[in-house]
């Protein structure tokens, strides 16, 4: 059985900090590409961050650049999402996802375009002023 599960949500004051973590079993993590989205109230669920399995090459949404850190433990079948400097546009739930992508396919498109195979339940982020 596929399992991604996020954890490390919460509430926390404006500019303050979060690491979100996704534990994956039930299949070839180390053949994905994995990424992080999010939906907040009211908005489509947008890619925040991925990497991807070609060249390990990263993306990061315009609005998190400088401020989120995506990484990636292939030893514990595990990624990570390191968020500083949180704003309330960032009040979100998060998910972890992943795909096993065909050929050449950078982050950007994982994240923008790429019809994602495995998303997590989500954990939700909650900033406040």
């Known amino acids: 059985e596929v399992q991604l599960v996020e954890s490390g949500g919460g509430l926390v004051q404006a500019g303050g900090s979060l690491r979100l973590s996704c534990a994956a079993s039930?299949?070839?993590?180390?053949?994905?590409?994995v990424g992080w989205f999010r939906q907040a109230p009211g908005k489509e669920r947008e890619g925040v961050s991925c990497i991807a399995t070609s060249d390990g090459s990263t993306y990061y949404v315009d609005s998190v650049k400088g401020r989120f850190t995506i990484s990636r433990d292939n030893t514990r079948n595990m990624m990570f999402l390191q968020m500083n400097s949180l704003n309330p546009e960032d009040t979100a739930v998060y998910y972890c996802?992943?795909?096993?992508?065909?050929?050449?396919?950078?982050?950007?498109?994982?994240?923008?375009?790429?019809?994602?195979?495995?998303y997590g339940k989500g954990t939700l982020v909650t900033v406040s002023l």
């Open positions: 039930g299949f070839a993590f180390n053949d994905h590409a």
């Open positions: 996802a992943a795909v096993r992508t065909l050929g050449v396919v950078g982050a950007r498109e994982v994240c923008r375009y790429y019809p994602i195979d495995y």
